[in-house]
Structures are given as structure tokens and as C-alpha cells.
């Protein structure tokens, strides 16, 4: 069996403000450099410690850094990698004004490597613009219905940035398109979820047929990439003032062969997509409905009973 692929996170709930959502930045080129203390990437002011009576009475006298500005660079690229695997986005921005300054110095204005890091920065400022309004909504304790200058101001920097990733993608035709297409998916996945959280539902459905388009053309129709994407299509069809039962049990189903396809028979991973499908049909008031519920919600218990015993939370909501 092929090795699994990382599933795109998405939340079941369509709720869209339930936790901080990660920065996509495109990578940074490996360089070969010493690394430094970490001294190096700011000036450091330096206290002299002297006894006299005038050192005591004077300013704080600061030490010129002569590190060169190559050396600040790598170092600042490479701090800026670590810390977005860490989830460490708090001096991002500022990060990436300098790694824009530190690059024009070592490459120039009209350099490759200094568009490369004006689009990581303009990038990095709208996906954290959008990020930071929703979070604000959440700590605030607000609905997004109810902030619609948040939302919009949120939307608008998302759009922005989709057509800035677009001009990108041009640019630089075929040479990085998997970050463009991950860029893409991160936009209408956030995107998808502010619209759920204002009420537009039918934008919301746009934004997530779009990520199944994306993922498609890069992984391709068998990726378990779409299963929690399909799951998310079939959440947010149930939830509209009419619902459409046949849209959310296609999106169920979808990504029920996906998962028999790409996973063991009595994996959690098919009781999991057999537990969606048979919820959706229950729904559904005809015999023919509820008997295809039953067999789906039968193989889910007996999945998760071998699994996790007769008494998880699952288990006794199937019974």
C-alpha cells in the first residue's frame, strides 16, 4: 500500500474561529553559512560595566554589529524557518521586513531573490491580517455575523492575497507550482470557513469545490487529501435553511471510496467515513435510507468497538 499522505486539516464543526490557523510561506533556498549565536541578527546594546563616575552618568554606549550582511541573512532565513515550524509567527513580519532589506543589500533592486522575499512578505502580512481578525472575533467572544467590518476587511486581505499568489504563479511559470497550489488551497480553505461563520453558505461550498479542484490536479483524484474536504462539503449542506440531502450524501460517499481505496478494511479511517455517510442518511425518511444508515453505522461500531471497546463516545451514540 502506498505510503499515507497528510491529511489537509479541516473542522468538522463549521465553526470557523475555533483555533489559529498556520502561515504558508514559501521556502526559503537552502544556504550554506555558519550559523550564528543568534547575536548577530539585531544590534546589541552593550552595558560597560565600569565603576567611573562619568561611564555611570553617560548613555548606554552600543557596539556596532560588522557581521556581514550575507552571514544576518542566512541566519535571519533560517530563524524564520524554524520558528514556522514551531507555529512561531509573532515576529514574523518583522522578520521578513528585514530579510527585504538584508536581500536588497547583498542582492540588489532588480534581483530575483529580493521579489522572491517581497511576495514571502506580503504573502506572510495578509494571511496573518485575515488570521488575527478571526482570532480577534474569537477572544472577543463575537460572531462573525455580527463584525462584519471584520469580515470584510479579513475577506478582502484573503482575495488580495489570492491575486497576489496568481501574479506569482505567472511569474514564475512552472517552477514552484506545488507552493502555489498549497497557497490556493490555504486561501479557500480560510476563506470557506469566514464566509460559514457570516452565513454564506453558498460562497463557503465555491471556496471547498475549489480545494477539491486544486488537490486534484496536484495529488489526484485518489488523495486522501479530499476526504476531510468532502467531509466538510457534506457539513455544510446540511446546515442550510433547505437542506440538500443528495449534494451532502455524494460529498459523504466520495470520501467513503476514498478511504476504502487508500486504507485498511477495519482501519479507524473507514469506521470514521462509514460513521459520516450512515449520520447522513438517517436523515433521510425513506426505508431504503434508513437501511443503507444501518449497515454503514454497523460497520463503524464494529470498527471503533474492536477498537476502542463497546462504551466510546461513538459507540453509545450508534446504539
Known amino acids: 500500500m502506498e505510503e499515507e499522505e497528510e491529511v489537509v486539516e479541516t473542522n468538522n464543526c463549521p465553526n470557523p474561529i475555533d483555533r489559529k490557523y498556520d502561515v504558508l510561506l514559501l521556502p526559503f533556498k537552502s544556504r550554506a553559512g555558519p550559523r550564528s549565536t543568534g547575536k548577530n541578527t539585531k544590534k546589541t546594546s552593550v552595558n560597560d560595566n565600569t565603576t567611573s563616575a562619568h561611564q555611570q552618568g553617560s548613555k548606554k554606549s552600543k557596539k556596532v554589529d560588522m557581521t556581514p550582511p550575507l552571514d544576518l541573512l542566512i541566519d535571519l532565513e533560517r530563524k524564520i524557518s524554524e520558528n514556522l515550524q514551531e507555529n512561531k509567527d509573532e515576529t514574523l513580519i518583522d522578520d521578513l521586513v528585514r530579510c527585504c532589506a538584508l536581500t536588497r543589500i547583498v542582492h540588489g533592486d532588480d534581483s530575483y531573490e529580493y521579489a522572491e522575499n517581497c ?187 474492536k477498537h476502542h471497546g463497546p462504551t466510546w463516545k461513538k459507540c453509545i451514540k450508534i446504539q
Open 119 to 305: 511576495v514571502r512578505l506580503a504573502h506572510a502580512y495578509l494571511q496573518c491580517k485575515a488570521n488575527d481578525i478571526i482570532l480577534r472575533g474569537k477572544q472577543l467572544g463575537l460572531n462573525l455575523t455580527d463584525d462584519r467590518k471584520s469580515y470584510k476587511e479579513s475577506k478582502y486581505a484573503l482575495l488580495k492575497a489570492e491575486r497576489a499568489n496568481g501574479e506569482y504563479s505567472k511569474l514564475i511559470e512552472d517552477n514552484n507550482d506545488t507552493f502555489c497550489c498549497n497557497m490556493d488551497v490555504k486561501i479557500a480553505l480560510t476563506l470557506g470557513r469566514l464566509c460559514i461563520g457570516q452565513g454564506n453558505v453558498g460562497m463557503a461550498l465555491e471556496c471547498f469545490e475549489k480545494v477539491i479542484e486544486i488537490i486534484i490536479k496536484v495529488k489526484g483524484e485518489s488523495s486522501v487529501q479530499l476526504i476531510p474536504i468532502y467531509w466538510e462539503i457534506g457539513t455544510i449542506s446540511l446546515i442550510t435553511r433547505s437542506a440538500n440531502m443528495q449534494k451532502a450524501t455524494e460529498a459523504y460517499l466520495q470520501a467513503y471510496n476514498l478511504a476504502v481505496a487508500r486504507y485498511p478494511a477495519k482501519s479507524l479511517q473507514i469506521a470514521d467515513a462509514s460513521y459520516h455517510v450512515g449520520k447522513t442518511y438517517l436523515q433521510d425518511e425513506s426505508t431504503e435510507a434508513e437501511t443503507r444508515a444501518e449497515e454503514y453505522l454497523n460497520t463503524a461500531y464494529e470498527i471503533y468497538s
